[in-house]
């Protein structure tokens, strides 16, 4: 007996072997991580080049949190002590294996701060991402947006130098009573007065923006700041304390200037 073997049969048949190879080694790579002890040892933050390429090989394991985790920390060493360069690649990194969606948002907030060229595309992307969303969804009139809305919008409009717009929206009788549950904070009277100034007063915007905030958030315990002076120190950075500073040493709970790892534990290069 003759066999004779078709090479198209053959090539067909290698393809599929090496592709069983393939998915089981993938398999195995997303199931079985120990922690690269003797890698991590020889880290130093003279190249911090070396954590963002090790974070790099554990983010590719996507199944272990012991993987996510490190490369978390890897990645936020790395962009803490690299130079604009490697901050960026880090960064995006960290956004690329942020654990939670919450995590995200603080990771594309950190990046924002942290980095005027990422915080051009950020900007670029979401952009983007809301022109997408108004041509896919019916746009609503006036008369079919709630009260809660029509007055969102007017508080924006009105911060936006869109005046006419501001006053017309608080012709609506529901807006009005709605606005007048903030009296305490703000009178109708002073909010079309602010719709004539060309320059809006610290202390104005203070009050727009604070209406803004429980409407979408519900009310703030503590207590607002009502002086000019008071409501300097958020644009210095002074936030009230139920808004978290988000940084670097804030941003995840590894902390960037542990970066020397010693005896299974991460401490500081000074011991």
Same mark, same amino acid.
């Given at each position: 007996m003759v066999i004779r073997f078709d090479m198209r049969s053959m090539n067909h048949w290698l393809v599929l072997w090496i592709g069983f190879q393939l998915v089981g080694s993938v398999a195995t790579a997303q199931v079985d991580f120990s922690i690269p002890s003797k890698e991590l040892s020889k880290l130093t933050i003279a190249d911090p080049a070396a954590y963002r390429d090790l974070a790099e090989e554990c983010s590719v394991v996507r199944k272990s949190k012991i993987a996510q985790?490190?490369?978390?920390?890897?990645y936020l060493i790395a962009a803490k002590h690299g130079d604009e360069k490697l901050r960026r690649s880090a960064l995006r990194g960290m956004i690329h294996v942020a654990r939670s969606d919450e995590e995200l948002r603080k990771f594309k907030v950190l990046a924002f701060l942290s980095d005027p060229v990422f915080a051009d595309l950020l900007l670029k992307k979401q952009r983007q991402a809301q022109t997408i969303r108004k041509q896919n969804s019916p746009n609503k009139s006036e008369a079919e947006l709630s009260p809660r809305e029509n007055l969102l919008d007017a508080l924006m409009s009105i911060r936006r130098g869109k005046s006419l717009r501001a006053q017309r929206l608080m012709r609506n009788a529901e807006v009005k009573n709605l606005?007048?549950?903030?009296?305490?904070?703000?009178s109708l009277e002073e909010f079309n007065a602010a719709c004539l100034q060309s320059?809006? *007063?610290?202390?104005?915007?203070?009050?727009?923006?604070?209406?803004?905030? *429980?409407l979408?958030? +519900?009310d703030d315990s503590s207590e607002p700041p009502e002086s000019d002076a008071a409501w300097k120190k958020?644009?210095? +950075? *002074?936030?009230?304390?139920?808004i978290p500073k988000i940084s670097f040493e804030t941003v995840t709970e590894f902390n960037p200037e542990h970066s020397r790892f010693l005896? +299974?534990?991460?401490?500081?290069?000074n011991g």
């Open positions: 985790n490190l490369a978390v920390r890897l606005f007048s549950q903030f009296n305490e904070l703000m320059d809006i *007063k610290d202390s104005t915007l203070y009050k727009i923006i604070t209406i803004d905030l *429980k979408r958030y +519900g958020v644009f210095e +950075g *002074k936030l009230p304390a139920k005896n +299974g534990r991460w401490q500081s290069p």
